[in-house]
């Protein structure tokens, strides 16, 4: 039990299960800093993992698969972002809607590309990209420079938001129109496009989170291949109240537990029903919101929808 | 393009906005049609057939929509006191499940009263699910969304683990399902050689409750007041928080009911697939009904007419049975835009310099 947070193989997993929940983390946390709740995420990471595998199975490399799982994000962000910014529409609601639309759309587009498989066809995922030099360090380097690219990039991304969020002056725009909405239009900043750039960029990041699952995790896109990761996004961004450095904690703790449950169930999988396992993480988001929720304070424009010239 | 705000909604704009939502969701999805080589008209006329072309059809939409009533109805009750009930999933299953664990051998009673205890059972069930992210909610503080959706996830674990140990069913040749329900415990078919069972006309039923609560009593008052300004609720001496839990108890029961109906009218057993995901369009079909409860009830037989359809359509022209879904999303965010419509008017013309 103890030797296991000593092995090298278990803060590697750590970091690969955390990458695409960094990813989904910080695109839900963009949304919410700008005011708007994007509960599209688990649709759009389902969209995101599988454009991104279709690109790649029909040819475009796995950037390009990258790039395609981001735009696809971006474009259902667009989406979330006409109806509950431009039109102010129930940002729940509509959420729940682009999940619903943008999974089975994922599934649609599976089935027509893929009609009759019975075992899903593979591509040759990202492999492990040693970081030259660094990577030689013992441990340490085995650890945190050997991995996959994108979960370089999930961590360069902590460091790009949460500079950009508190130190340049679009992320001011951003957290004030998800704080004072009037305030900022006063100041003359331009709300409904800061809004809506913030849940384009934020959802591109969601469709990159699913392109992790297909292009790095696993080799394959099959149903349900999100399985709640989004809804866990969405625990998380409480959980670090609305924090980047936070979310990425957050994201990692989450992940050791998850990759401690795996190892307990390889330990005692004899013993204790595999469900038990599984239960975990969703058991533990929810505690976890219990212990953050009464202090953490949300964007104060957060589901508020902004009307031009009307006082909330 | 200017946008203001419409004096007042006359009642035709209500009526006809679902019904444009619905259109504009069919027109958007003959594009995926026109994907699949298959003809546009071809593809509706076979939905159409399949889900209410025959009589045997029409039987088919009705029992598809007895659940969809029953999670609309719960979705509706939460969602006008604004109570996100996302769970609604969950709660059927936990309905399903107190249904089999009473009711397929635990207890030997005649109908009369093995039938009453089942559903209370059921709905008890489903009550107390959504009961804790309510207690979280108004203790604590915790959103509901987040924690609703989360507990779908441990609740499906859950029967899962159920079915593959304590409660499998020996001889069910290995497939991981309980028990069958007792005979005393099965709701009567309603028609010969359908599949319509005694849960519709509960639906029935609960869709009347839930319109007589909203509209005579002070309960279904102050849930409507909690949901449109729980700050003047709270002014007005209202109890918002017992209100938010007493809305629970009655949205996650009637969930539970939907998942008593369909293990005890339908399946005859609990399985793993018992719900095509009835409890996330119950949340379509309280939207397309603007938590109408009457409304709930032809928005759910217009949904499951749209599944059935397109399972016979799947079979006939090949169309993937995900149109299914994807012309459902598609109706819920239409009826967003089209009830929108109802309450604003867009002006074209260029403002003046």
């Given at each position: ?7 090298v193989s278990?803060w590697v997993a750590t970091l690969r299960i955390a990458t695409p929940?960094i990813f ?28 991104g595998?279709?690109?790649v199975?029909?040819?475009?490399g796995l950037w390009g698969g990258v790039v ?55 591509i040759i995922p990202f492999g492990d990209y040693p970081l030259p030099g660094l990577s030689k360090i013992?441990v340490l380097g085995e650890i945190l420079f050997q991995q996959p690219p994108l979960t370089y990039g999930a961590v360069c991304l902590v460091v ?48 990159v989170?699913?392109a992790f699952l297909t292009l790095s995790a696993f080799d ?93 | ?353």
């Open positions: 039990m103890i030797e296991l947070f000593f092995s278990f929940l989904g983390t910080l695109g839900e946390l963009l949304c919410e800093r700008a005011g708007v709740l994007n509960l599209g995420i688990e649709g759009i990471m389902t969209m995101g993992a599988m454009v595998w279709l690109s199975y029909q040819g475009a395609a799982a981001a735009v696809a994000g971006a474009v259902a962000g667009f989406l979330h972002s006409a109806l509950t910014v431009r039109l102010g529409l129930s940002q729940h609601v509509t959420g729940i809607g682009i999940t619903l639309l943008s999974t089975n759309l994922a599934y649609f587009g599976y089935r027509m590309v893929l009609p009759e498989v019975s075992s899903p066809p593979k013992p790009a938001v949460g500079y950009g969020l508190y130190h340049t002056p679009l992320g001011l725009a951003v957290r004030m129109v998800g704080e004072n909405p009037q305030a900022a239009e006063a100041q003359g900043i331009p709300v409904y496009g800061v809004r809506s750039g913030a849940v384009v960029v934020g959802s591109a990041l969601m469709g989170a699913g394959a896109f099959f149903f349900n291949i999100v399985n709640g990761r989004g809804w866990i996004c969405i625990a998380l961004v409480v959980f670090a109240s609305w924090q980047p450095y936070k979310a990425l904690a957050g994201a990692l703790l989450f992940a050791g537990f998850d990759a401690l449950q795996l190892r307990l169930q390889q330990i005692w999988g004899g013993g204790i029903p595999y469900q038990f396992f599984l239960m975990l993480p969703y058991l533990l988001s929810i505690v976890a919101l219990v212990l953050v929720s009464r202090q953490s304070r949300s964007p104060q424009a957060l589901l508020l929808p902004f009307r031009k010239g009307e006082r909330t | 393009m200017q946008i203001e705000a419409r004096e007042s909604v006359a009642l035709w704009q209500v009526v006809l906005a679902p019904l444009a939502a619905v259109l504009m969701a069919l027109a958007l999805c003959s594009l995926l049609i026109v994907w699949t080589g298959s003809s546009v008209g071809a593809a509706y006329l076979a939905l159409w057939q399949g889900g209410v072309g025959s009589r045997f059809a029409l039987t088919e939409t009705l029992t598809r929509a007895t659940p969809l009533i029953l999670t609309g109805l719960a979705v509706a009750v939460a969602f006008r006191a604004k109570l996100w009930n996302i769970g609604a999933e969950g709660q059927f299953y936990a309905g399903a499940l107190a249904a089999t664990l009473l009711g397929s051998g635990a207890i030997t009673a005649p109908a009369w009263l093995l039938i009453p205890l089942l559903l209370a059972a059921g709905a008890g069930a489903g009550g107390l699910l959504l009961g804790i992210p309510a207690w979280l909610k108004v203790r604590f503080r915790v959103d509901e969304v987040v924690t609703t959706l989360l507990l779908n996830f441990i609740v499906l674990l859950a029967v899962s683990y159920l079915l593959e140990g304590p409660l499998k069913d020996p001889l069910a040749l290995g497939w991981p399902q309980a028990r069958p329900i007792m005979a005393t415990g099965v709701l009567p078919k309603l028609m010969e050689r359908t599949r319509l069972h005694g849960g519709l006309l509960l639906a029935l039923a609960a869709a009347g409750l839930i319109w007589g609560i909203n509209r005579l009593t002070i309960w279904g008052y102050e849930m409507k007041a909690v949901g449109s300004n729980p700050e003047a609720a709270a002014f007005l001496g209202i109890p918002v928080h017992r209100v938010i839990l007493y809305t629970s108890l009655l949205s996650g029961g009637l969930a539970g009911l939907a998942g008593v109906s369909e293990v005890t009218g339908l399946k005859g057993y609990l399985t793993l697939d018992l719900s095509p995901g009835f409890g996330y369009s119950g949340i379509v079909v309280a939207m397309l009904a603007q938590q109408h409860p009457l409304g709930v009830v032809a928005a759910a037989v217009f949904i499951a007419g749209i599944y059935v359809g397109a399972d016979s359509m799947s079979r006939s022209l090949g169309v993937p049975t995900y149109l299914a879904d994807v012309i459902v999303a598609t109706a819920l965010l239409g009826m967003l835009v089209s009830s929108w419509l109802t309450h604003y008017r867009i002006r074209w013309e260029k403002k003046r310099d």
